[in-house]
């Protein structure tokens, strides 16, 4: 059982908006900096947003983040079959002094 | 370029120790904060610990504390991870990664490939 909460899985089809949402806590994503990760299995997890709604150099900006309260949520507009991939959410717990991940969203462009 | 390479992973009985290393290239290494994020077979993903610049500061996630040990040498730009008592529930693929930033302690901003760790007699 992750401590964030995440969909299981998110469908839509190409050109489409999808988002992926993220729910935690006061000790973590109430009080800390989301960060959002893409991942195809067998290759290194890539960042997306990090500090809840900033991109870093070379993400595109069809990829959006922002957080309100004790939850986050990760945008992707105008959806291409090349973003099917799991999609975490991530920050740092203060309570458990640990960092801490969602269960992971599978994105499905149909 | 950036590099993050993971080593050491393999085939270990219950109870074992294997012990992970993370050869890090491209960039200042002892100026980031490192971590070890780890996925077992068909599951997400899961922090398993972080280090500071100099090595005094860790943490550790509950599953393993305890049992695990992780430490850096800058002289030598590698990251380790000691894995002791080792159960089936820690076969997973291992991942070093690197902070966002150099002020970045809990935000990881690059990986590695990956290293396969199994604990099976």
């Known amino acids: 059982q992750s401590v964030l909460t995440q969909p299981p899985s998110v469908s839509a089809t190409p050109g489409q908006k999808v988002t992926i949402s993220c729910s935690g806590s006061?000790?973590?994503?109430?009080?800390?900096?989301v960060s959002w990760y893409q991942h195809l299995p067998g290759t290194a997890p890539k960042l997306l947003i990090y500090d809840n709604n900033k991109r870093p150099s070379g993400i595109p900006d069809r990829f959006s983040g922002s957080k309100s309260g004790t939850s986050a949520t990760l945008g992707i507009t105008g959806l291409q079959t090349g973003d099917e991939a799991d999609y975490y959410c991530?920050?740092?717990?203060?309570?458990?002094?640990?960092?801490?991940f969602g269960g992971g969203t599978k994105l499905t462009v149909l | 370029e950036m590099q993050l390479v993971e080593s050491g992973g393999g085939l270990v009985q219950p109870g074992g120790s294997l012990r992970l290393s993370c050869a890090a290239s491209g960039f200042t290494f002892r100026s980031y904060w490192m971590h070890w994020v780890r996925q077992a077979p068909g599951k997400g993903l899961v922090w398993v610990s972080r280090i500071n610049t100099d090595g005094s500061t860790t943490n550790y996630a509950d599953s393993v504390k305890g049992r695990f040990t992780i430490s850096r040498d800058n002289a030598k730009n590698t990251l380790y991870l000691q894995m002791n008592s080792l159960r089936a529930e820690d076969t997973a693929v291992y991942f070093c990664?690197?902070?966002?930033?150099?002020?970045?302690?809990?935000?990881?901003?690059?990986w590695g490939q990956g290293t396969l760790v199994t604990v099976s007699s």
């Open positions: 990664a690197r902070g966002y930033g150099s002020t970045y302690y809990y935000t990881v901003g690059y």
């Open positions: 006061s000790s973590n994503i109430g009080n800390n900096y």
């Open positions: 991530g920050t740092w717990d203060s309570s458990l002094s640990a960092g801490v």
